[in-house]
């Protein structure tokens, strides 16, 4: 596929966002055109659309919401009664249960449920992007078509399983990442104080705990709190490193073998690509200032 067919007319409310404008770029890159409505822009409150917005959705071939939840919840039900029938709606929620709901309920549509697994700064190239689609069509396969095109790769799931698989990979891993943050700030004065002394997989993780503070925490925020399956992760992550601990405390050496063995086997067959992919990491890691080439 070499650009839009059907999607001619997109309109992206929230796309003065970075999301937003992801995705706007990239359809406009494939030669839709494109409308942007975002309060941010001075124009285009989805929840209470004026006349103009009105017209805008009525002519609609694809109508995508990179919104906050509570806006898009608020927003599908009134839009709904302004679409034209076959038009595509999509989202890009991190979190799919509710919106994935509220979608089935509107008829005569197209629908599909979209999260980037990936901040927007990185593009699609390469990047995975879960999907839900919850009303199935031909402007559906249009548009995972154009994500091949750009170089994304559409991971279809049930909206169920997609809350449970982002808690797993970014509830989990961020929470990881701040707690293993915290506790240097007990152990170092500084990061100047390990820095020197690390290893490669301490230095991967000081590289990714860095990108994290240095992120907007609202973004983070939202990972570890509107997702209703996060609470679960993080006493997944308590309870792990408990288990570990306690095994150690009670010098249980064949338990830890154990635990080492158990995850072994959750990777399968899988784990020398992912070993061989940590390899590549620590061969890329720059050299520390002051250590030689």
Request: proline fraction near 6%.
């Amino acid at each position: 596929m070499t650009g839009v067919r059907s999607l001619r007319r997109c309109l992206v409310l929230g796309g003065a966002g970075a999301v937003g404008e992801l995705f706007a770029r990239a359809l406009r890159d494939s030669g839709a055109e494109v409308v942007i409505a975002d309060p941010a822009a001075g124009n285009g409150d989805a929840t209470a659309p004026d006349a103009a917005l009105r017209a805008e959705l009525a002519g609609a071939d694809l109508v995508l919401l990179a919104v906050p939840e509570r806006t898009a919840l608020a927003a599908l039900p009134v839009l709904a009664t302004h679409l034209r029938p076959g038009t595509l709606v999509a989202d890009t929620l991190s979190v799919k249960g509710a919106v994935a709901t509220v979608l089935r309920e509107m008829s005569g549509i197209e629908a599909v449920s979209l999260n980037p697994m990936f901040a927007p700064s990185l593009g699609f190239a390469g990047k995975p992007v879960a999907t839900v689609v919850v009303h199935n069509g031909p402007k559906v396969a249009e548009l995972l078509a154009l994500l091949r095109d750009w170089g994304g790769h559409a991971v279809l799931c049930e909206a169920g399983d997609h809350d449970r698989l982002a808690a797993a990979t970014q509830v989990l891993t961020h929470a990881t990442m701040l707690g293993f943050g915290l506790a240097l700030t007990v152990l170092a004065d500084g990061v100047g104080e390990v820095a020197p002394l690390a290893p490669p997989p301490h230095r991967t993780l000081l590289a990714l705990l860095a990108r994290i503070t240095s992120g907007t925490p609202e973004v983070y925020w939202d990972v570890q709190a509107a997702n209703p399956e996060a609470p679960g992760a993080r006493a997944a992550l308590v309870a792990g490193i408990r288990q570990i601990a306690d095994m150690v405390d009670a010098g249980d050496e064949a338990g830890f073998e154990a635990v080492l063995g158990r995850l072994r086997a959750f990777f399968g067959d899988e784990l020398p690509q992912h070993a061989s992919v940590c390899a590549q990491l620590f061969d890329g890691l720059p050299p520390l200032s002051g250590e030689r080439e």
